[in-house]
């Protein structure tokens, strides 16, 4: 991976990679538990933008580093903490990250995924990040189309692409609907047709 702010551009214009390539960044969004994202596909790069998941035992800790901070700054003297400085301190979760993956990097995930696969058996956990990318990616090398932006926040995934007439679209799927394509496309690889 290298900073947001360097460019590199690849050969891949093919959209036939999709559901590879981001299978692949999914697995590593998977480790940084990526909640809410947008990831754009410019230059032959995969501009990721999101923040860490939320769950129960984050939001008690959030409040455990508050009363924290709160004690903190009331324990200093003639100091007093607003409630502004106290949220400007705890802004810093969920985590926000801004990340690039060049051609370089998605080579790199591809292999060390394709090894992590070689150990595991039977079907896919078809409500990971990484099966949730495969799916789409392969939706839009459905379409022949190319790839320009997937949003996914919450439950709501969106997903912008160029058609092949230049024509640029954006679709909302639904968990639902992307599900029975997997399958479709889990069906179509367990009887050979590898996708």
Known sequence: MVPATETKKTSMTEPNEYAQLLRAIGQALEVLQFGSFAMEFTGGD????????T????EVARAIRERIIKFVWEALPGERASEAEIEFAMSTWPAKLDLRYTAKDMDRLEQQGKAKRQNVAGVPDVASLSQLLRTIGAYVEEKRA????????????AIEYDT???????????????????VKLYLQRSSGGEK
Not at 55 to 58: L, R
Not at 165 to 172: F, K, Y
């Open 164 to 182: 092949a007439g230049g024509e640029r679209r954006e679709e909302t799927v639904s968990a639902a609907s992307l599900y029975e394509f997997w």
């Open 55 to 58: 769950s129960t035992e984050q």
């Open 146 to 157: 190319r790839l320009v932006k997937i949003a996914r926040y919450g439950e709501s995934i």
């Open 46 to 53: 995969f501009l990721v933008r999101g923040s860490a998941a």
